[in-house]
C-alpha cells in the first residue's frame, strides 16, 4: 500500500458521485506518478446526508455532532474508485449505499467513542468497527460502506485481466499476476 500525496477536493457543487470520484483519480494518479510499471488502484468514500458530504471530523466535538445528526436517520455512502493501468489507460466508477443509524442518544456515542477511534472516519464511524452498535441496516454493499467496494473492483480489473490475456500469446500470460497498489490518502476513508 502506498499513501498518495495528492490533496483532496471538497466542492460541494459536484454530485457526490462526481466528488468521489474524482478525489480516487486524484489519489491514483498522484501514486501512478511514482509507479508506472503498476496497477494502481485509488479510492475515497464519503458519507452524504441532506446533499452534506461528511468527510472525517476535525476532533470529538465534530464527531459527535456528525453521529447526532445520522442518529435514526439514513444516509448514503458513496465511494469512488480509480483504477490506473501501466500505460495510462484509467477506468473510474463508484458505488452508493444506504446507511440506517440506530437512534443514539449521548451515552451510546460516548459508549461508541469508548470502543472506537471517529477521527480517521469519514462520517466519524466505521461499519467494520463495532459497527453494529450504531448501524440498523445497511442497503447495498457492505465492502462499499468499509471504503471499498471488492467485488465490483475484482470484476474491473478481471475485466481487463481478461482482455489482457486475449492480446497476449498464451505462453506470456501463464504465470503473470497483476501488482496493484492501493492509492488512498491517510485522511481518506
Do not use: W
Not at 21 to 30: M, T
Not at 122 to 149: K, S
Not at 173 to 188: C, D, E, M, V
Request: proline share 6%; with cysteine; net charge negative.
Amino acid at each position: 500500500m502506498v499513501v498518495s500525496p495528492a490533496e483532496e477536493i471538497h466542492d460541494p457543487a459536484l454530485p457526490p458521485d462526481h466528488l468521489c470520484e474524482e478525489n480516487a483519480r486524484l489519489k491514483a494518479a498522484a501514486v501512478a506518478l511514482s509507479h508506472p510499471h503498476a496497477t494502481v488502484i485509488g479510492a475515497d468514500t464519503l458519507v452524504f446526508i441532506d446533499s452534506d458530504a461528511l468527510g472525517k471530523p476535525a476532533d470529538l466535538n465534530e464527531a459527535r455532532a456528525m453521529l447526532r445528526r445520522l442518529s435514526g436517520r439514513a444516509h448514503t455512502v458513496c465511494t469512488g474508485v480509480c483504477v490506473i493501468r501501466p500505460g495510462g489507460a484509467i477506468h473510474t466508477f463508484h458505488e452508493l449505499s444506504e446507511v440506517v443509524f440506530r437512534v443514539l442518544d449521548e451515552a451510546a456515542i460516548d459508549a461508541y467513542f469508548q470502543l472506537v477511534d471517529p477521527l480517521d472516519k469519514a462520517g466519524a464511524y466505521g461499519i467494520q468497527v463495532h459497527g453494529e452498535r450504531i448501524v440498523a441496516e445497511i442497503r447495498g454493499n457492505f465492502d462499499n460502506v468499509m471504503g471499498l467496494p471488492v467485488t465490483r473492483l475484482l470484476e474491473v480489473l478481471g475485466s481487463a485481466a481478461s482482455m489482457a490475456a486475449l492480446a497476449s500469446p498464451p505462453s506470456r500470460s501463464i504465470g503473470k499476476t497483476a501488482r496493484a497498489s492501493l492509492g488512498r490518502k491517510s485522511r481518506g476513508n
